[in-house]
């Protein structure tokens, strides 16, 4: 096994410092060393690399984090990698592979002179997976992800927040980080605020500004929940985009395979469960499945597929109930059973796992 005795160094003192993306970048380098003789001791390394560390807050270290002079509050927050997956459809799959290969692959795009901005656009409603996107982006890069404060940017005085922005571009490649804008429209809406015109425009052009003035390697990811907010001089800006939409059926068919049975089996209700929940969100389908586990741990009993389904009915986008647990009674049960039924043809031995009855009850449920 070879491992070079100055990362040994250069580890336990970013260890101490809590210098979290040298800590990565070191052990990373160390396992691609290691790889060559011993798989799976590269392979633990690599694992342990994925899991979450202490939040930089809580153990009490901040980096150098540019901060607000006024206030001193950071304006920029290292993010997590996030631990669990993601689920995308067919168009965002592809836009997303394309940017990473475009990434992996820039300094041959340079020299060939096709090397654009590599800035990506996520736009949609909330609780679509556009800050897990972006998370997932960064571990596959390798690469700290860097979160805009943008409570603290923006300033009541406009000229703070225009200088705010200036040192987050500064400060971002020096990290080798991707700096994610999250609620970038929060800088239009400015416009709401009875700002002057010309002040916002100022600080709108230090955003164009703190965009142009990145080298070709930087990588900058904006989301939004009101793209049409953006100013097309900013959307411009962003050549890669992805548009999210609540999930479609297959999607919410994963998301609650995953979310509510982790991944095991029972991927007939997973189906049903997604035919009833068109029009959630894949964090309002998390938080109906966290909750329906809850109380399968605490009733100490099976998860009551009855009272999630009642919870879906009664969920609506951003707004999801949580089930109760209970056990449903034979009116509501017999209600389910006919709209599974007829409106999405469940078959009676479907219904009668999913409603955990006999199969005669449900023929009589069918029957009245
Ligand atoms: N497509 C998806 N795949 C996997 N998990 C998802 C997906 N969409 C949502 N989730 C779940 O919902 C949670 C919230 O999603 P996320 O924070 O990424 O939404 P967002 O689009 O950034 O919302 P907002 O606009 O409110 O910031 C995620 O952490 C994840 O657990
Ligand atoms: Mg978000």
Known sequence: MQVEQTDIIALIEASLEANYSDVRAISNRIAKSISVQ??????KIKSILRRKGVPLRSSGYMENLPVDAKSRMALVEEHQWPVSPLFLNKDAKCVFDTFITDIVNIDRLISHGLAGRLNMLLSGPPGTGKTLIAGHLAAQLNRPLYVVRLDSVISSMLGDTAKNLRQIFEYVPTKNGILFLDEVDAVAKLRDDNHEVGELKRVVNTLIQGLDSLDDHTIVIAATNHSGLLDPAIWRRFPYKIKFNLPELEIRSELWHHFLFM???????????????????GADIESISIGARRKSILLNCEIN??????????????????????????????????MLNSKHGVSKVDLAKILAVSRQTIASYLKE
């Open 305 to 338: 597929i009855g009272s999630v389904i009642k919870a879906v009915i009664s969920s609506s986008p951003g707004n999801a109930e949580l089930p109760s647990g209970a056990e449903l009674d034979n009116a509501e049960k017999k209600d389910i059973a006919c």
């Open 263 to 281: 991944d095991n089996g029972n991927e007939q209700t997973a189906k049903v469960l997604a035919e009833l929940s068109e029009g959630l969100s």
């Open 38 to 43: 011993d798989v799976e001791f590269a392979k």
